[in-house]
């Protein structure tokens, strides 16, 4: 026999459940995007990670039925912007597009830098991975790795390599190299990537590990030579071309890559979203062979897999920061 008490606490557990469901309802039918998203590139505009949030925010503004406006906010080694969208309101109307040296570099370069990752942001999804390359210049007598150490090792010292600046991937990446093949290369670094391409095609440097993205169209007019990919696979846009790892460095793996971010505490149901629907807009196949056709290689993922993925990015930079001994400028 069911007492008073216990139809008074059955009755409360109803209510209960009955408000838990009408507000889950509610959450489930809000409009989102409710406007405009607006995406952070903290760059400045006509760079790599500008091209790529232009390629996918287009497509992904379709899919969300909502335009999604590209705002460049460059500045201090993309402090400035990322900073912006940290402070945003976590409502899913604003996104970050960031890069492997925001997000894997800075915070194990700069003794401290202005934001925390993992308290700051959710992640969504990793974007692409913009493969780095070995090119050089023409005059340069090389053709493969195993000649490019050679050479080097025979002239130490004397083959300088040029950075799209210190600290930032294309840095990193050749000190990896450095360390592993064991040879003795100039840094020269730049203020980005524009200006060391083209004293490499010049000639005042001779070496580089370029992203893909930046170097094809130089590859191809056959202004530099493309000697290898940098990364664990070989190139969908160059299938021919070998991996330092296949030419003698086992192991070796160096690619830029970018991601998704979204203020820290946004409802889990927009992360989701956007996390799906981009995996959806990445694997498309015209959206695909626009980026494949820039220099960079579409992934997409979970935010569990690139919360994972930027973890274990940090460890692996962090190591070759303090093995080669590189200081911020």
């Not at 086992?250 to 996390?275: H, N, Y």
């Amino acid at each position: 026999m069911i007492g008073r008490g216990d139809v008074k606490a059955l009755a409360a557990v109803l209510v209960a459940v009955s408000l838990a469901s009408a507000i889950g309802a509610a959450v489930a039918q809000t409009p989102y995007p409710k406007g405009p998203v607006r995406m952070i590139v903290p760059f400045p505009p006509g760079g790599p990670t500008d091209i790529t949030a232009r390629t996918l925010g287009m497509r992904l503004g379709e899919v969300l039925g909502q335009p999604i406006v590209v705002e460049n906010r460059p500045g201090a080694r993309g402090f400035i912007g990322i900073e912006a969208a940290a402070r945003a309101p976590a409502d899913g109307h604003t996104l970050l597009l960031a890069s492997i040296g925001a997000i894997a570099i800075n915070p194990v370069l700069y003794p401290k830098v202005p934001y925390d990752v993992f308290r700051d942001f959710a992640p969504v999804s990793l974007l692409v991975t913009v493969p780095i390359v070995v090119v050089v210049n023409p005059g340069v007598p090389v053709r493969t790795v195993p000649e490019l150490i050679d050479y080097a090792r025979r002239n130490p010292g004397k083959l300088a390599y040029g950075s799209a600046g210190s600290g930032g991937s294309t840095h990193l990446v050749a000190e990896m190299f450095k360390a592993r093949a064991g040879v003795d290369i100039l840094h020269v670094p730049y203020k980005g990537s524009a200006p060391a391409v083209a004293d490499l095609v010049g000639g005042q440097v001779q070496l580089m590990f370029d992203t893909l993205l930046t170097a094809t169209p130089h590859i191809k007019s056959g202004r530099l030579r493309l000697v290898a990919a940098a990364t664990a696979a070989r190139l969908e846009a160059f299938p021919d071309t070998p991996t330092i790892a296949e030419a003698g460095l086992a192991g070796f793996d160096g690619a830029s890559w970018f991601c998704l971010l979204v203020p820290a505490k946004t409802p889990p149901e927009i992360v989701e979203r956007l996390s799906r629907d981009l995996a959806r807009v990445v694997r498309e196949p015209a959206v695909r062979a626009r980026l494949v056709e820039q220099g960079a290689e579409p992934v997409g993922g979970t935010p569990d897999e690139l919360a994972a993925f930027i973890r274990a990015e940090q460890a692996k930079w962090g190591a070759v920061v303090r093995e080669a001994g590189i200081k911020p400028d």
